[in-house]
C-alpha cells in the first residue's frame, strides 16, 4: 500500500530516521502491525530519494516531544500560522523507520542511481 504522509527526516542519530504518524483504525497501521518492512518514496520522479527499513512505535516520551517540536516548526499553515502536532488526533501513533538503505538518482535517469546500505542491513 501506498499513501501520502507528512514526515520529519532526523539526521542526527546514525542511522539516520524518519518518522511519520498515521491513525491506529486505518489500512496501513494494520498493514504496519503485521509487516514492519517499508519504503518511503521522497521527492518527485525526477530527484528520486528512497528509504527501506523497519518501522516500529514510538512510545519513549522524551523522543515523542523532540518529535512533535520538529512537526511543528515543518508544518505551518501558510494563511493562518497554525502548527500541526503529532498529538492533534489522540488515535494516532508515531512511527519511527530505522533507515537500513537509501536509494537516489537524479533527472529522471536511473543510470544514475546510487545506494547506500547503512547499519543493520
Do not use: C
Not at 504522509?5 to 486505518?26: M, N
Not at 497501521?29 to 520522479?45: P, T
Not at 538503505?101 to 542491513?121: K, P
Amino acid at each position: 500500500m501506498v499513501a501520502p504522509v507528512w514526515f520529519w527526516w532526523d539526521g542526527d542519530p546514525e542511522p539516520p530516521r524518519l518518522f511519520f504518524i498515521t491513525a491506529r483504525s486505518t489500512h496501513k497501521a494494520r498493514n504496519l502491525a503485521r509487516q514492519d518492512w517499508v519504503e518511503a518514496h521522497l521527492g518527485d520522479g525526477d530527484d528520486v530519494v528512497i528509504v527501506r527499513g523497519r518501522a516500529s512505535i514510538v512510545t519513549d516520551p522524551g523522543e515523542r516531544d523532540r518529535i512533535d517540536a520538529a512537526y511543528r516548526a515543518k508544518y505551518v499553515d501558510p494563511h493562518s500560522g497554525a502548527r500541526a502536532s503529532i498529538f492533534d488526533n489522540p488515535a494516532d501513533d508515531l512511527y519511527r523507520i530505522d533507515i537500513e538503505r537509501v536509494l537516489a538518482w537524479s533527472y529522471g535517469t536511473v543510470g544514475t542511481w546510487t545506494e547506500w546500505r547503512l547499519a543493520g542491513d
